[in-house]
């Protein structure tokens, strides 16, 4: 009998709230019944087909995931530190205005620009290390290799060997594990954030 991940497992101790979805996979597995019917030829055929177009969706998904997230830091960072620049900039013209005794309209519109410019600085800087971008983007790499090594798995499986529905179903509970601590990834970065919100 399978424990509530909430509560613990007997014997086990009590297992995380985020365990939940690695714990409902394995007792799915536990308790579906056992395999039916022939296992070879056009069934394991079909099995292989699933397998790769569910592989190959998460492989786009995760690369496009990367270059998003790769891009919105690059961006971020490009304009965080344009704005810082600018401050600095702003700065330097505010002494010269200064010096040279400029109109006063001219020194309190550059005074601005200087006060608000590293204030948008950090605001984009502070996001960008708040979202987590490159956390996610190596997240993605990580399941893209993942998700490669298991097409190139389920290509070379030999549908006629011998156990070729053992090495079939190894390599698909293999990538599907990879996804889980995936999710597992997911489930631990939304956690930290509560945290820091709180």
């Given at each position: 009998v399978a424990a509530d991940p909430a509560h613990?497992?007997?014997?086990?101790?009590?297992?995380?709230?985020?365990a939940w979805v690695a714990w409902?996979?394995?007792a799915i597995?536990?308790?579906?019944?056992?395999?039916a019917g022939v296992l070879a030829g056009p069934v394991l055929e079909r099995a292989r087909r699933v397998g790769l177009g569910i592989f190959e969706d998460q492989l786009s998904y995760h690369r496009m995931?990367?270059?998003?997230?790769?891009?919105?830091?690059?961006?971020?960072?490009?304009?965080?530190?344009?704005?810082?620049?600018?401050?600095?900039?702003?700065?330097?013209?505010?002494?010269?205005?200064?010096v040279f005794q400029a109109p006063s309209w001219a020194v309190g519109l550059v005074g601005v620009a200087c006060f608000a410019s590293p204030a948008v600085s950090a605001t984009l800087l502070g996001i960008r290390a708040y979202a987590e971008f490159e956390l996610l983007a190596?997240?993605?790499?990580?399941?893209?290799q993942a998700m490669t090594d298991a097409l190139l798995e389920l290509d070379a499986v030999r549908?006629?060997?011998p156990l070729?529905?053992?090495a079939l179903g190894g390599v698909l509970a293999s990538a599907v594990t990879a996804m889980l601590l995936d999710i597992d990834g997911w489930a631990q970065l939304f956690r930290v954030k509560a945290v820091e919100a709180g």
């Open positions: 613990g497992a007997a014997g086990e101790g009590r297992v995380l709230r985020e409902y996979f394995a597995r536990r308790a579906a019944p056992m395999p995931r990367r270059h998003r997230s790769q891009d919105a830091s690059r961006r971020l960072a490009h304009w965080g530190d344009m704005f810082f620049l600018l401050a600095v900039l702003g700065v330097v013209i505010r002494i010269g205005l200064e190596r997240q993605s790499a990580r399941i893209e549908l006629d060997g070729a529905s053992n």
